[in-house]
């Protein structure tokens, strides 16, 4: 039966050949829409204290963005970070967008397609160095994969993920610059510039003259060398001295921020690190388990969690347990490949060693405060990206000299996949939509983890459920009593349940904690405020003021209490205060406009 003009059939043929004939058009609109239900889902995990609450970015304070450590919201496991790039997009995004979350979302999106874009251009070149015949169909695979992978779910819907996003801009920005120094003086002073940029963004940047040495190495005509870097002749050794050069150059320049950074820290603090205390063969271990489950994530991304998922599904594990063994000769037999790959098969070795050398920053070879995370993948996931794409090309070429159906197979099944990986994406950023839905599918991973259940009685205090937000907060300080946040959070649920008095016992018990935290006495500030024990109100304002001098809110809430004292002139002090922290709060400007001139 003939076809109908104008059918289904005619119009997947157009698309398919409109794809091909614009392959960056296909991968960046893949790559936005496979982020397209993102868009209205709200801030979760990190957001809060890391862009809205932090007065860095509502108060677009860029000296002191550039002075300060990324903790300046507030979290001991980024001590002694910096990222300056990053925080300064956030106050670029909150200058121009305020609480509206979209945009963040939308500037993640875009940002993710740009690395898209990169992929593509990068698997082009290095591919079109070994099999030029191959090379577009290769690359477009690779891109797609990479724009439609479930594991960057966590990076570009998370708003903090923003972070693995800029790094892995400026590194592959650096990489390809680097690639094609010779076609323009600029391209080298530009690689270097960006290589730096992303290091700003985050510290896994800084992995970037590795991944170069390691494409001139095994791709020398990708790097525009003349002949394979090594000591067997002399073009070899002029080759070798070139890309040393240029990975030396880049390495200098990834240094460079970590020499400017305020106060020379170097990694998070060792309380905060995730093996504390831990002696070499826990950390070889566990670590050994968690490199075998990136591989899993790569290759079956089928289940995905939080953080406290790995952590829960990998405890600190000996080196010579069987776990631990098993893991390391999944992870190795992978290596072992990837290795003899590079005579014969390089954009295979390039695609393997790729994600071993992008994990290194991750590895806790340096103490960091988390074991693993799929978020920490978005830069690893491009060498499996670019294996997959090469190999599906090979595959399809291989095979349609045999059968020359084989072909059309070939590519239904690459699309197949691609189609199922989105679908994956595109239910998980579901999952994001807020932090009641993120929290309740992690609760199912880590029903015992007391973060996992801290947080979640938020978002269902948040909802009003205070009945189910006091078993959550039960869960969790049982499982680490001194947790502090959970006390605020129970006292919250206390409090709105009725019962004030309980509410303030345990506001008490979490300052008696944590000293040094302003929260519980906001909180006790806000109950005796509505109490009308005001003089009580403003003694709890006041210490959560002098605590943490840079939070607006505490400055709008003892700013409104004063105005209830007619303490007018106090209260516009704090009103105006809160304005310098953050110039879009609205509150603060409509009760400065209601205390009246000066």
Request: glycine residues 10%.
């Given at each position: 039966m003939?076809?109908?003009?104008?059918?289904?059939?005619?119009?997947?043929?157009?698309?398919?050949s409109?794809a091909?004939?614009?392959?960056?058009?296909?991968?960046?609109?893949?790559?936005?829409?496979?982020?397209?239900?993102?868009?209205?889902?709200?801030?979760?995990?990190?957001?809060g204290?890391?862009?809205?609450?932090?007065?860095?970015?509502?108060?677009?304070?860029v000296?002191?963005?550039?002075?300060?450590?990324?903790?300046?919201?507030?979290?001991?496991?980024?001590a002694?970070?910096?990222?300056?790039?990053t925080?300064l997009?956030?106050?670029a995004?909150?200058?121009?967008f305020?609480?509206?979350v979209?945009g963040?979302?939308v500037?993640?999106?875009l940002?993710?397609?740009?690395?898209?874009?990169?992929?593509?251009?990068l698997?082009r070149?290095?591919?079109?160095?070994?099999?030029?015949?191959?090379?577009?169909?290769a690359?477009?695979?690779?891109?797609l994969?990479?724009?439609?992978?479930?594991?960057?779910?966590?990076?570009v819907?998370g708003?903090?993920?923003?972070a693995?996003?800029?790094?892995?801009?400026?590194?592959?920005?650096?990489l390809?610059?680097?690639?094609?120094?010779?076609s323009?003086?600029?391209?080298?002073?530009?690689?270097?510039?960006?290589?730096?940029?992303?290091?700003?963004?985050?510290?896994?940047?800084?992995?970037?003259?590795?991944?170069?040495?390691?494409?001139?190495?095994?791709?020398?005509?990708?790097?525009?060398?003349?002949?394979?870097?090594?000591?067997?002749?002399?073009?070899g050794?002029?080759?070798?001295?070139?890309?040393?050069?240029?990975s030396?150059?880049?390495?200098?320049?990834?240094?460079?921020?970590?020499?400017?950074?305020?106060?020379?820290?170097a990694?998070v603090?060792?309380?905060?690190?995730?093996?504390?205390?831990q002696p070499?063969?826990?950390?070889?271990?566990?670590?050994?388990?968690?490199?075998?489950?990136?591989?899993?994530?790569?290759?079956?991304?089928?289940?995905?969690?939080?953080?406290?998922?790995?952590?829960a599904?990998?405890?600190?594990?000996?080196?010579?347990?069987?776990?631990a063994?098993?893991a390391?000769?999944?992870?190795?037999?992978?290596?072992?490949?990837?290795?003899?790959?590079?005579?014969r098969?390089?954009v295979?070795?390039?695609?393997?060693?790729?994600?071993f050398?992008?994990?290194?920053p991750?590895?806790n070879?340096?103490?960091?405060?988390?074991?693993m995370?799929?978020?920490?993948?978005?830069?690893?996931?491009?060498?499996?990206c670019?294996?997959?794409?090469?190999?599906?090309?090979?595959?399809?070429?291989?095979l349609?000299?045999?059968?020359?159906?084989?072909?059309?197979?070939v590519?239904?099944?690459?699309?197949?996949?691609?189609?199922?990986l989105?679908?994956?994406?595109?239910?998980?950023n579901?999952?994001?939509?807020?932090?009641?839905?993120?929290?309740e599918?992690e609760?199912?991973?880590?029903p015992?983890?007391p973060?996992?259940n801290?947080?979640?009685?938020?978002?269902?205090?948040g909802a009003?459920?205070?009945?189910?937000a006091?078993?959550?907060l039960?869960v969790?300080?049982?499982?680490?009593?001194?947790?502090?946040?959970?006390?605020?959070?129970?006292g919250?649920?206390?409090?709105?349940?009725?019962?004030?008095?309980?509410?303030l016992g345990?506001?008490?018990?979490?300052?008696?904690?944590?000293?040094?935290?302003?929260?519980p006495?906001?909180?006790?500030?806000?109950?005796?405020?509505r109490?009308?024990?005001?003089?009580?109100?403003d003694r709890a304002?006041a210490?959560?003021?002098?605590?943490?001098?840079?939070?607006a809110s505490?400055?709008?809430?003892?700013?409104?209490?004063?105005?209830?004292l007619g303490?007018?002139?106090?209260?516009?002090?704090?009103?105006?205060?809160?304005?310098?922290?953050?110039?879009?709060?609205?509150?603060?400007?409509?009760?400065?406009?209601?205390?009246?001139p000066?």
């Open positions: 003939a076809e109908r003009r104008g059918g289904f059939g005619g119009t997947r043929a157009r698309l398919v409109w091909a004939a614009r392959p960056a058009l296909a991968v960046a609109a893949v790559a936005l829409l496979c982020q397209a239900n993102t868009l209205l889902n709200q801030p979760v995990l990190d957001d204290w890391v862009i809205f609450d932090n007065p860095v970015v509502t108060g677009f304070d000296g002191r963005a550039l002075r300060s450590g990324y903790e300046a919201g507030g979290s001991a496991t980024n002694g970070l910096w990222r300056p790039l925080t997009s956030y106050a995004s909150y200058a121009a305020g609480r509206a979209p963040y979302h500037g993640n999106a940002l993710h397609a740009a690395v898209a874009l990169l992929v593509l251009a698997a070149r290095v591919v079109g160095a070994v099999a030029p015949a191959r090379a577009g169909e690359a477009v695979v690779a891109a994969l990479f724009a439609v992978h479930p594991v960057h779910v966590e990076a819907a708003l903090v993920g923003r693995e996003l800029l790094a892995a801009l400026g590194a592959l920005s650096a390809l610059l680097a690639l094609t120094r010779r323009g003086s600029w391209r080298l002073p530009a690689a270097l510039g960006a290589a730096s940029l992303g290091v700003l963004g985050k510290e896994n940047a800084a992995v970037a003259p590795l991944l170069y040495l390691l494409v001139a190495w095994l791709a020398p005509g990708a790097a525009g060398l003349g002949a394979r870097p090594g000591p067997g002749s002399a073009e050794r002029r080759a070798a001295a070139e890309a040393l050069l240029v030396a150059l880049l390495g200098a320049a990834v240094a460079l921020p970590f020499l400017l950074r305020p106060g020379g820290g990694g603090p060792p309380s905060a690190a995730w093996f504390a205390g070499g063969p826990i950390v070889l271990g566990t670590m050994s388990r968690a490199l075998a489950e990136y591989w899993r994530l790569l290759a079956f991304p089928g289940e995905l969690g939080l953080d406290f998922f790995y952590a599904k990998i405890p600190f594990t000996p080196a010579l347990s069987p776990r063994l098993a390391a000769a999944v992870w190795a037999t992978i290596l072992v490949v990837g290795l003899a790959s590079a005579r098969a390089p295979r070795a390039i695609g393997i060693l790729w994600v050398a992008a994990l290194l991750v590895s070879a340096v103490p960091t405060g988390v074991l995370a799929e978020r920490l993948l978005y830069l690893p996931s491009v060498g499996a670019l294996w997959a794409g090469h190999g599906a090309a090979w595959a399809r070429e291989a349609s000299r045999r059968h020359p159906g084989a072909a059309v197979a590519r239904g099944l690459a699309a197949l996949a691609i189609a199922l989105a679908a994956r994406t595109l239910a998980r579901a999952d994001w939509r807020d932090g009641r839905a993120l929290w599918a609760l199912a991973h880590a015992r983890d973060v996992v801290n947080n979640l009685a938020v978002a269902l205090n009003g459920e205070y009945g189910r006091r078993e959550r039960r969790a300080l049982e499982a680490a009593p001194l947790y502090w946040r959970a006390w605020v959070n129970l919250i649920a206390e409090e709105r349940s009725g019962d004030p008095e309980a509410a345990f506001y008490g018990r979490a300052s008696a904690i944590e000293p040094g935290s302003a929260v006495h906001y909180w006790a500030g806000l109950l005796l405020a109490r009308g024990d005001r003089a009580a109100a304002f210490e959560a003021e002098r605590l943490a001098p840079d939070d505490v400055r709008v809430e003892r700013g409104r209490l004063l105005l209830e303490r007018a002139a106090d209260a516009r002090r704090e009103l105006e205060q809160a304005l310098r922290l953050d110039p879009r709060r609205a509150e603060a400007r409509a009760l400065l406009e209601h205390a009246g000066p």
